[in-house]
Structure formats: structure tokens, C-alpha cells
């Protein structure tokens, strides 16, 4: 097997990416395939929203478990049998017959998929440095917008060419593929196995919770996830009923705000190490602020729908990519897995309210349109505007921590004590 020196760090972010990408198009292709799937099954529409809730309640619940057990194993072992769980589970909801085995394999598929999100960002920040982790982690990011831009349009077409389970099965086997890649060329990642390590003793979850800078990561987490999935499971459904936007340009409209995403994704990277979480993070929401005031509170009708598509993505990517790099600098090596797992259980868990949420604040008017998206989108504005505060305090906490670290590799007494990589300061 490849040690972790024989391995490039493209080369890692590339199979990290490739796992994100399989992952969240198999969950973000569910809710555009849902009027196909209800259709061929028998499924009411008003159902289709418990099968995707279905995936995060129980990718939030594997994320709860796997925050106790998760930092005993190789990372990249753990990684492949998640991600061939994952593959299972796809393939099954592509063979429902049901409402009832779809929404199990749906469930199964999130008890998989949420833990091989943890593990793929612990992977990262365990081999890659912190001056060069936003970059990385901006780079693995884009497996969201490469979703967008190819993911969901081939989902779609793929679906009115061979039916509503040839998307599942095509995902089934590129994950396969996946498992592969992260089995031979993945390096073993045991550095928080060392002897040195493992004598030190663990962390429990509830005293990691205890720590005040883990939970208000915990609470900057919920409140993007929150702020996000107000909106998120409604677009399609606004911009069809209340924009007039018709069915078979919707490809079009994620094709190019996936790739306006994945720009920013590139871009905002790099722009995190130099700048910091907090000022790239105030940026992102200050457009998140505007374009969801435009698009879904004062739509002017002049503005194309894909440019709608084209902003919001801008947005988001440039305020997520600000925060998920400064919570990955929260935890220490050690615990990087059960943090990242209770994460991913915070993530799933505030996506779920969110769009839950949205279903108490929307209502089908009698004229067709969906009423209610402003209540949605003044919610959602609310909860954006509380992040770059929350940013702030994050950052200040863990620079301090790092200055800490760093004040101990200065010699004392003729010794010096050597720091893990993540531990030094960002630059």
C-alpha cells in the first residue's frame, strides 16, 4: 500500500474530491428525480420531501455513533467501508418497489454517506498543512458544483432516457470505482494511532463537547446548514410555479450556476489562507444577504433565472468555504474524526429542520404559485447575518490555541517540543 509521501497532495485532494462528488450527487440528485421516481412508484408528491429527509436524519444520527468510535480505525480503511455501504444503498433505491423500500434505502444510504463526509475531511486535514488546507478543502468543495454543473442535468437526462433508476444505478457504479481509488492509492492514514497518541488519554464526546470553541463551531455549523436548506428544496419548485420558469430549461439553470460555484470554490480557497475565515466569510454573507433579497424577496422580473442560480451559488460557496476551513482548524489530530463526525450529524440534523421549516412557512396558493418564499427568505437572512460575528470569535479562539502550540516548539531549558502539522499557524 502507498505510504503518505508516495501519494501527491493533488493526487489526495483529487480522490478526496471524487469521493465528495459521488456522495453528494447521490444525495443531491433525489429531490430533482422525485416527480420521476413518485410517478413510477406510486409515491404521493407531498411524499417526496420525507424521502429526502429520510437520508439526513440518518446521516445525522451515524454521525452521533460515529463520533465514539470512528478515531480507532485508518481513516482510509473506515472511508472504504463507508463508501461501499454507500454504493450498496444506491444500488437498492434504484431497485424500490415502494414508497417503504425506497425510503430504506434511502436511510441506509444516509447511515453511509454522512460518516464518509467526516472521513473525507479528516483525511484532508490530517495530511494536508494548515497554510494550504483552505485551498484543498476549497478544491474538494467543488465536487458540490461539479454535481451541479454535470451530476444533476446527467441525472435527469439519464432518467428520461432509461427511466428513474438508471441515475441510482450509474452512481451505484461510480462509487465502486471510488472504493477502489481509496483502497490502492489512498496512504494509510494512522497519525492519530500513533503510540504517543493513543497513550494520551481519549476524548470523550461529551468532553469534547464541553470545550466553548467546539460548540460555537457546532452552532456556526447549524446556522449555515439552517440558513441554506430554508431555501435550498424550494428553488426548483419557486422557480418553476411562482417564476414561470419552464421544466426543461432547469438542466440549464444548475448547469451554469454549478459552474459559477465551482469557480468560486477555487477561488475562495486560496483567499481564506490569506485573508482568514472571517473577512472572506463576511464577504459571502454579505452576497448571501443580497442575492437572496433579489432572488426570492424582491425579484425583479427583468433578471434571468439562471443569473438567480449563478449568484446564490457565488454566495454560498464563498461564505462555506470560510467556514468549513476554520472548523477543521477547531479540532486537534486526535479527534479530528469524532469532531468532524458529530459535524456531519449537526450539518444533517440543521438541513433537515431547515427544510422542515420551510415546509411550515410555504403554502400552494390556489393560482399555482408557492406563497410564502419571503417568510422563508427573511428566516434565512436572519440566520446568515448572525454568522460573520460567530466567525470572529472562532478564528480569535483558534489563533490563540495555534500561538499556544507555537509558543511551545521555542526552546525551553535547552528542549523544544516538536508540533503535529495542523498545529502550526496559519499564515
Do not use: C
Not at 329 to 348: C, D, G, K, T, W
Amino acid at each position: 500500500m502507498p505510504s503518505e509521501r508516495q501519494v501527491s497532495e493533488r493526487a489526495l485532494v483529487f480522490l478526496i474530491g471524487a469521493v465528495q462528488f459521488v456522495n453528494i450527487l447521490d444525495f443531491v440528485m433525489v429531490m430533482p428525480l422525485g416527480p420521476d421516481f413518485a410517478k413510477g412508484l406510486g409515491i404521493a408528491a407531498s411524499h417526496i420531501g420525507t424521502i429526502g429527509g429520510a437520508y439526513t436524519a440518518a446521516a445525522s444520527v451515524a454521525g452521533v455513533v460515529g463520533g465514539y468510535f470512528l478515531d480507532r480505525f485508518d481513516r482510509r480503511k473506515a472511508l472504504a467501508v463507508a463508501m461501499l455501504g454507500l454504493v450498496v444503498a444506491t444500488a437498492a433505491g434504484g431497485l424500490a418497489t415502494g414508497f417503504a423500500t425506497l425510503l430504506l434505502a434511502r436511510v441506509a444510504a444516509g447511515l453511509f454517506g454522512g460518516p464518509a463526509t467526516s472521513l473525507s475531511l479528516s483525511i484532508i486535514a490530517d495530511l494536508v498543512p494548515v497554510e494550504r488546507r483552505g485551498r484543498a478543502l476549497g478544491a474538494v468543495m467543488g465536487a458540490f458544483s461539479v454535481a451541479s454543473i454535470i451530476g444533476v442535468p446527467l441525472a435527469l437526462r439519464m432518467a428520461s432516457w432509461g427511466g428513474w433508476q438508471l441515475p441510482f444505478f450509474l452512481v451505484a457504479g461510480m462509487g465502486l470505482l471510488v472504493v477502489a481509488g481509496a483502497i490502492f492509492f489512498l496512504p494509510p492514514v494512522r497519525g492519530h494511532l500513533t503510540p504517543e497518541r493513543q497513550a494520551v488519554k481519549p476524548v470523550g464526546v461529551l468532553e469534547l463537547l464541553g470545550r466553548r470553541d467546539v460548540q460555537l463551531s457546532y452552532l456556526m455549523t447549524a446556522v449555515v446548514m439552517m440558513a441554506g436548506f430554508l431555501i435550498i428544496p424550494n428553488i426548483s419548485a419557486y422557480v418553476q410555479q411562482t417564476l414561470g420558469y419552464p421544466r426543461d430549461s432547469l438542466e440549464l439553470a444548475y448547469f451554469v450556476g454549478g459552474l459559477v460555484s465551482f469557480f468560486t470554490l477555487r477561488v475562495a480557497g486560496p483567499l481564506v489562507d490569506r485573508y482568514g475565515a472571517f473577512r472572506v466569510g463576511t464577504v459571502g454573507s454579505v452576497l448571501t444577504l443580497l442575492s437572496t433579497y433579489v432572488g426570492f424577496v424582491a425579484y425583479p422580473k427583468w433578471l434571468p433565472v439562471p443569473v438567480l442560480f449563478m449568484a446564490f451559488m457565488l454566495a454560498m460557496g464563498t461564505r462555506n468555504v470560510a467556514y468549513n476551513t476554520l472548523a477543521s482548524r477547531v479540532p486537534e489530530n486526535p479527534v479530528r474524526a469524532r469532531f468532524m463526525s458529530l459535524q456531519s450529524a449537526i450539518q444533517h440534523m440543521a438541513a433537515a429542520v431547515g427544510a422542515f421549516l420551510s415546509v411550515q412557512l410555504l403554502t400552494d396558493l390556489p393560482d399555482g404559485t408557492l406563497g410564502g418564499m419571503a417568510r422563508v427568505a427573511g428566516v434565512s437572512m436572519l440566520l446568515t447575518a448572525l454568522l460573520p460575528p460567530m466567525l470572529r470569535v472562532v478564528e480569535g479562539q483558534v489563533r490563540s490555541k495555534e500561538r499556544a502550540r507555537a509558543l511551545a516548539v521555542a526552546p525551553s531549558k535547552g528542549l523544544a517540543v516538536p508540533l503535529a502539522p495542523e498545529a502550526h499557524p496559519q499564515r
